[in-house]
């Protein structure tokens, strides 16, 4: 089983949609825990880290469950330049990041 | 302010020769990650330095495989004795260690290795 597991997708949505992933991770001594979005051969870029309480950043809003050990990413609004690959990220101790394999998204006019 | 530096950013070597990757972090920075992703798969963590230490090379190949951070200059991963499986996209981060800083990694642009 991977460390940090996502839905491949593709997630593949009309502009003005809402939608959400979920990621789960099995290391309960994971740290911290980010989003980022990779666009095809480029960086992975940071999008939010997740916090407890959840946290919004515009269109993005991040919810962290530390029981169930579960991470999401909801966006709403979708434009066509959401259109990337999502990936879930678990920081253990030592500053090691261990990535889920994405999350495809696909947003269509 | 400028992001992470990584060059060249697209490498071509001849099977058996060596690839030298550099990283500059960004600045004020003073810890650098390393990650590799092959192709179609995604980032695997290699190695974590700071200056003229190396804190975490769990994620290195025991053999070929090296990085450096020297109190002077980038921090380079150095591969000798390439292969064919060695062709991936390497990237490196950095991050900052700041009192109450998070953490956050910014990643490079990448470097691409191609081994023939």
């Known amino acids: 089983r991977k460390e940090v597991e996502q839905d491949p997708g593709p997630f593949n949505v009309p502009e003005g949609a809402t939608v959400a992933f979920n990621c789960t991770y099995s290391n309960s001594a994971s740290q911290s825990f980010f989003w980022y979005r990779q666009d095809c051969r480029k960086e992975p870029k940071l999008l939010m880290s997740v916090y407890s309480s959840g946290n919004e950043d515009g269109r993005f809003t991040a919810q962290l469950n530390r029981a169930s050990q579960y991470i999401s990413l909801l966006i709403r609004d979708s434009k066509l330049s959401d259109s990337a690959t999502y990936l879930c990220?678990?920081?253990?101790?030592?500053?090691?990041?261990?990535f889920g394999a994405g999350t495809i998204l696909r947003v269509k006019s | 302010n400028a992001g992470v530096m990584q060059n060249p950013r697209h490498l071509v070597r001849r099977r058996g020769q060596e690839a030298r990757l550099r990283c500059s972090p960004m600045?004020?920075?003073?810890?650098v990650y390393w990650y590799r992703q092959l192709p179609e798969e995604g980032l695997k963590f290699m190695v974590y330095?700071?200056?003229?230490?190396?804190?975490?090379e769990s994620g290195m190949p025991k053999e070929r495989f090296s990085a450096e951070f020297p109190k002077e200059g980038p921090s380079i991963l150095r591969i000798q004795q390439v292969v064919r499986g060695d062709s991936a996209a390497y990237f490196c981060a950095s991050s900052s260690l700041l009192a109450g800083a998070s953490y956050e990694q910014y990643f490079g642009p990448g470097t691409r290795l191609t081994v023939t």
């Open positions: 600045k004020g920075h003073s810890h």
């Open positions: 990220v678990v920081k253990r101790a030592g500053n090691k990041l261990v």
């Open positions: 330095l700071q200056k003229e230490n190396i804190i975490d």
